[in-house]
């Protein structure tokens, strides 16, 4: 099985930087892609940044320029960095993770327990 765990979340205002971290943990072979998505209050979830084993990134429009996603192979933990940030940035933030668990199996619907971002203006 593989454990997400986030950290990193909380209040901040309108303007101030934040990074999360996503720590997998337990038996598996490899991570493949580690990506944030986020989800506001009354709103789906939303893919904010992922980022391959090879390092290859991808970013929500609404993040690109001001957000930083990062990734440490060696501790299977990726990192969200979060500058110039808006209220409407506000929203719980889940790392998701997919790849090849011990016995050789594909999975892709691994996602941590969620923190909380808020952003006051």
């Known amino acids: 099985q593989v454990q997400l765990v986030e950290s990193g979340g909380g209040l901040v205002q309108a303007g101030d930087s934040l990074r999360l971290s996503c720590a997998a943990s337990g038996t598996f072979r490899s991570i493949i892609t580690m990506a944030w998505h986020r989800q506001a209050p009354g709103k789906h979830r939303e893919l904010v940044a992922a980022i391959s084993s090879g390092g290859t990134t991808n970013y929500a429009d609404s993040v690109k320029g001001r957000f930083t996603i990062s990734r440490d192979n060696a501790k299977n933990t990726v990192y969200l960095q979060m500058n110039s940030l808006k209220p409407e940035d506000t929203a719980v933030y889940y790392c998701?993770?997919?790849?090849?668990?011990?016995?050789?199996?594909?999975?892709?619907?691994?996602w941590g327990q969620g923190t909380q971002v808020t952003v006051s203006s």
């Open positions: 998701n993770a997919d790849g090849f668990n011990s016995v050789g199996y594909y999975f892709n619907d691994r």
